[in-house]
């Protein structure tokens, strides 16, 4: 299984729209934060090539998303 944090930001007025459709997209994990981004979430994919294709490019769709930073987890 392989994770990655996704980091994003979000139109004025739309964050919490973000997460609740982030929580139906059945990712792992999702926070509201506050700093330079406006949500975190965690998701996971069985095959490391299918994070980006399948479950962040749904997160890039989501009404309110304007961009997003991707992190894979590494095991040190």
Partial sequence: MTGA???????????GRVVRALRRLGV???RAVTGPFDV????????PNRLGDTVVSRIQ????????????????
């Avoid at 769709?61 to 040190?76: C, E, K, P, W, Y």
């Fill in 5 to 15: 944090y996704v980091l994003i930001n979000c139109g004025a007025g739309t964050t």
């Fill in 28 to 30: 792992k994990e999702v």
């Fill in 40 to 47: 975190v979430a965690y998701v996971e994919a069985k095959d």
């Fill in 61 to 76: 769709t989501i009404d309110g998303v304007q961009r997003t930073l991707t992190m894979v987890a590494v095991r040190l």
